[in-house]
């Protein structure tokens, strides 16, 4: 089991042997749907199991803090708690300003454990304080690493308070250091809050963006932009969308909350058109490039606030038609009250929900179920 497992928020079944963690999911969304959603009668399919069960990560964000967590073992040695130090990591258990200055995590590639150290020493190198959420002062806020299955692309994101020349040098030496990589950037954020969400980007090497493969597409991703973190269960969930879905092949779908067009673009085949519906600007882009870049006609990307957007459901359907089927994927918080009014306004024959989170979507299920 990984070293850092008790003390590290980043992994929460890792002490089971797989086939357990697997029934634990399992159990968990029963439980969930019964206690949060009130419902009886459902059934649950058993777990799919993800083809790598380490290494299979494509993305993970660090943070810096200038506080470690300190296992027992190392109070006991007598070891104290550094002030102001720079550590680069996964947050402790419920603990923001504390992180597991993570040698290696299993759930990623080895190279990005080394990507990780080589950051952590150019920052413990450098004259700049480690940013504080409690302050909101200091400079290194987080390093977000992606990497691709399916390519070779890797990229590698810095994300500080504001832009500094040296920084901006050292973390430039990185792609020397490692040749693997393929996009290296320096971001900047001045958002209070502990998000690796970034408003400035400066590339330092390589391209931009990254690409990557599921089944006959390419996908290409830009920083700000979501991509489902396992690669190749991500193929497989959006074959279990389809399987759901049960397309005809002439339906028209709304693909809410569609990131950068990979849900839209994959059913694209099997369907009349999609409308993807986003709210983050650099997502559409990218949804819209990649709707191009495979030959694909029938899906077209709207910018915006779904919560907003859906609000005015005879306009929605005067522009985009009436849906027939709807795919929602929801980020973590799940669905706003007035968008789940809306969906409910534009009646869809079937809706498939991908969620990420059994709470969210037992709540939104019972809403679903229950307005009128
Ligand atoms: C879980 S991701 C799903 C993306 C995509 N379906 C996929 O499989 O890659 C959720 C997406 O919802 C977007 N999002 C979050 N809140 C939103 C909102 N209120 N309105 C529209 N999009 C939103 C996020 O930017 C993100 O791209």
């Known amino acids: 089991m990984c070293a850092h497992f008790h003390e590290c928020g980043g992994c929460s079944l890792q002490h089971y042997q797989y086939e357990k963690q697997l029934e634990a999911k399992q159990e968990q969304i029963g439980e969930t749907l019964q206690r949060l959603g009130g419902f009886s009668d459902f059934q649950i399919f058993s777990t799919l199991p993800s083809v790598e069960i380490f290494h299979y990560r494509n993305k993970m964000e660090f943070s810096f803090a200038r506080q470690r967590w300190i296992t027992e073992a190392e109070i006991a040695e ?31 590639k080895p190279i990005v454990s080394e990507i990780v150290a080589a950051v952590r020493d ?31 692309d890797l990229m590698v994101n810095v994300v500080t308070s504001r832009f500094d020349e040296k920084a901006a040098e ?62 190749k ?59 191009v870049l495979n030959g694909v006609r029938n899906c077209e990307f709207v910018l915006g606030d779904l919560r907003d957007q859906l609000l005015d459901t005879k306009n929605i359907i005067s522009r985009f038609g009436k849906p ?29 929900y991908v969620s990420c989170n059994p709470a969210t979507l037992a709540r939104d299920l019972k809403e679903l179920r229950t307005i009128n």
């Open 78 to 108: 007598g070891l104290y708690v550094e002030k102001n130090g720079h550590y680069l990591g996964l947050h402790a258990k419920g603990f923001f300003e504390k992180v597991i200055d993570i040698e290696t995590c299993h759930l990623v």
């Open 122 to 152: 150019i920052a413990i190198h450098s004259e700049l304080p480690v940013y504080s959420t409690r302050d909101h002062e200091g400079f290194w806020r987080f390093l977000i690493i992606r990497t691709c299955q399916n390519t070779d």
């Open 170 to 231: 050292n973390i430039k030496s990185l792609s020397s250091q490692f040749p693997q990589i393929t996009s290296l950037l320096y971001s900047t954020t001045a958002n209070k809050a502990s998000v690796a969400f970034t408003e400035k980007e400066y590339l330092l090497a390589g391209k931009n963006t990254i690409i990557e493969k599921l089944g006959r597409y390419q996908f290409e991703i830009s920083a700000n932009s979501f991509f489902q973190t396992n690669t």
């Open 233 to 291: 269960q991500a193929e497989r969930l959006y074959d279990v969308a389809l399987d759901y879905a049960e397309f005809s092949g002439d339906e028209n779908v709304y693909d809410l909350y569609c990131g950068a067009g990979t849900i839209s673009l994959y059913i694209s085949d099997y369907v009349g058109q999609v409308v993807g519906f986003e709210a983050i600007e650099s997502a559409v882009k990218d949804a819209n490039r990649n709707s």
């Open 324 to 352: 027939d089927v709807m795919i929602i994927d929801p980020p973590r918080s799940g669905m706003h009250p007035k968008t789940v009014k809306s969906i409910l306004y534009l009646q869809p024959d079937r809706i498939v």
